[in-house]
């Protein structure tokens, strides 16, 4: 059948509004998330890499046209948090991802959650409502690993100072149980002070002067973070005796283990303990969740522990963790920047740029996660009615060293 003109264009009009019908619906069908980050302490640069990695990723395709994303900073109130989730909630959620700052105070707002079917996960810091999913390396062990492997530097013997984090929060009270269970078995390690550092440098140079000045033959700190500001106490005060120091992963702070000069004056450092990378791999682990990408059959998830000890720390050229390089060198970022932030196995997306101002890496695209690992149970801190395992307080990196008699 031949057609004339008129046809013709009658046919291609028809033909236009049905193309422009079937785009308007495509875009209609696109899939559109509402996502929370619920921030609690935000003082230190600990969590702000953590959110500015997160920020980074949800503006990182396809992510940018599948999110929308908003930042809520909760502070330490405990019911303040309460009410920012339930306030998230009623502005339709579709997912939630928390630092916590209880294990168990915030179980029933989650339930709520949940039960309005929205998705919650936790970074770090873990809850013990069975609904909610944790993403943290609070079960790695590092307070017994790096307890032990402290013991093990000081010979069994020694006076120690423990800079706590923050207080009431699962990450504090796990790791400070596993530590003094350790430093418990050897009757030579001394505690001479404690105090709760809130995961700060100032705060923490500032509590281990004071101590120092108390206890003047102080042989070690241990710490979670504020351990750049811990050991800058003991350069300042006392620079031709340093320490054995266990701790967070600011890049000052490796480059300074690594020293030889410094370690010929008795430092002895070990940086690992939790990297901000946690909270940006959280949320990609819970955007695969909410996108059916990922059906994760136990709701612990296990991050990696970072582990370099001082004869481990290698030099970057670039602006990630490639070929087995853990530091930058000295002016490439500030001190105080935490190594951890990145994490090129898991994270490739992220650069410094990404982690150090939230906006996303050029040309980057968000990869599909390797193989998550499920962490083991700790009754009170990540689940409630389940049994941890039998040596849940041991080291499972470092080997005991004997109790010196």
Same mark, same amino acid.
């Given at each position: 059948?031949?057609?004339?003109?008129?046809?013709?264009?009658?046919?291609?009009?028809?033909?236009?509004?049905?193309?422009?019908?079937?785009?308007?619906?495509?875009?209609?069908?696109?899939?559109? *998330?509402?996502?929370?980050?619920?921030?609690?302490?935000?003082?230190?640069?600990?969590?702000?890499?953590?959110?500015?990695?997160?920020?980074?990723?949800?503006?990182?395709?396809?992510?940018?046209?599948?999110?929308?994303?908003?930042?809520?900073?909760?502070?330490?109130?405990?019911? !303040?948090?309460?009410?920012?989730?339930?306030?998230?909630?009623?502005?339709?959620?579709?997912?939630?991802?928390?630092?916590?700052?209880?294990?168990?105070?915030?179980?029933? /707002?989650? !339930?709520?959650?949940?039960?309005?079917? /929205?998705?919650?996960?936790?970074?770090?810091?873990?809850?013990?409502?069975?609904?909610?999913?944790? /993403?943290?390396?609070?079960?790695? !062990?590092?307070?017994?690993?790096?307890?032990?492997?402290?013991?093990?530097?000081?010979?069994?013997?020694?006076?120690?100072?423990?800079?706590?984090?923050?207080?009431?929060?699962?990450?504090?009270?796990?790791?400070?149980?596993?530590?003094?269970?350790?430093?418990?078995?050897?009757?030579?390690?001394?505690? &001479?002070?404690?105090?709760?550092?809130?995961?700060?440098?100032?705060?923490?140079?500032?509590?281990?002067?004071?101590?120092?000045?108390?206890?003047?033959?102080?042989?070690?700190?241990?710490?979670?973070?504020?351990? *750049?500001?811990?050991?800058?106490? /003991?350069?300042?005060?006392?620079?031709? !005796?340093?320490?054995?120091?266990?701790?967070?992963?600011?890049?000052?702070?490796?480059?300074?283990?690594?020293?030889?000069?410094?370690?010929?004056?008795?430092?002895?450092?070990?940086?690992?303990?939790?990297?901000?990378?946690?909270?940006?791999?959280?949320?990609?682990?819970?955007?695969?969740?909410?996108?059916?990408?990922?059906?994760?059959?136990?709701?612990?998830?296990?991050?990696?522990?970072?582990?370099?000890?001082?004869?481990?720390?290698?030099?970057?050229?670039?602006?990630?963790? &490639?070929?087995?390089?853990?530091?930058?060198?000295?002016?490439?970022?500030?001190?105080?920047?935490?190594?951890?932030?990145?994490?090129?196995?898991?994270?490739?997306?992220?650069?410094?740029?990404?982690?150090?101002?939230?906006?996303?890496?050029?040309?980057?695209?968000?990869?599909?996660?390797?193989?998550?690992?499920?962490?083991?149970?700790?009754?009170?801190?990540?689940?409630?009615?389940?049994?941890?395992?039998?040596?849940?307080?041991?080291?499972?990196?470092?080997?005991?060293?004997?109790?010196?008699?």
């Amino acid at each position: 059948m031949l057609f004339g003109t008129k046809q013709k264009t009658l046919l291609a009009g028809a033909a236009a509004m049905l193309l422009a019908g079937a785009v308007q619906q495509s875009a209609a069908e696109e899939p559109h *998330y509402k996502v929370f980050l619920d921030m609690s302490y935000s003082g230190n640069i600990w969590q702000a890499a953590a959110a500015n990695g997160i920020k980074a990723l949800a503006a990182t395709p396809p992510y940018d046209k599948e999110v929308e994303f908003k930042t809520i900073i909760s502070g330490t109130d405990v019911q !303040r948090q309460i009410s920012d989730i339930q306030s998230m909630v009623a502005a339709g959620a579709n997912a939630i991802l928390i630092y916590p700052l209880s294990p168990t105070a915030l179980n029933r /707002v989650i !339930r709520q959650a949940c039960a309005q079917h /929205v998705l919650v996960f936790t970074y770090d810091s873990t809850v013990t409502e069975p609904c909610a999913y944790n /993403v943290s390396n609070i079960t790695a !062990r590092y307070g017994a690993n790096s307890a032990q492997w402290m013991v093990n530097q000081l010979g069994g013997k020694g006076e120690l100072v423990i800079n706590h984090g923050v207080a009431g929060t699962a990450v504090t009270k796990t790791y400070d149980a596993q530590a003094l269970h350790i430093f418990s078995r050897y009757p030579g390690i001394k505690i &001479v002070g404690e105090f709760y550092g809130n995961w700060n440098d100032a705060t923490s140079q500032e509590g281990v002067s004071k101590i120092l000045a108390a206890h003047p033959n102080l042989d070690a700190i241990w710490t979670v973070d504020g351990t *750049y500001g811990s050991l800058q106490a /003991v350069m300042k005060n006392r620079p031709d !005796r340093l320490v054995t120091i266990a701790g967070q992963s600011n890049n000052g702070y490796r480059l300074m283990i690594a020293d030889p000069k410094l370690q010929a004056k008795g430092l002895r450092g070990l940086s690992s303990s939790a990297g901000p990378a946690v909270g940006p791999y959280a949320f990609k682990v819970m955007m695969e969740v909410l996108t059916g990408q990922l059906k994760p059959t136990q709701h612990n998830i296990e991050y990696p522990l970072p582990w370099v000890p001082y004869t481990d720390v290698k030099l970057c050229t670039g602006d990630r963790f &490639v070929g087995g390089c853990n530091t930058f060198p000295e002016g490439k970022v500030p001190p105080l920047f935490i190594d951890t932030s990145l994490n090129g196995d898991l994270l490739p997306e992220l650069s410094l740029t990404a982690v150090q101002e939230g906006k996303p890496t050029p040309g980057a695209r968000i990869q599909k996660l390797p193989e998550i690992h499920y962490a083991e149970n700790l009754p009170g801190i990540n689940c409630e009615n389940c049994t941890a395992p039998p040596d849940a307080m041991e080291p499972n990196l470092v080997k005991p060293i004997p109790v010196p008699k």
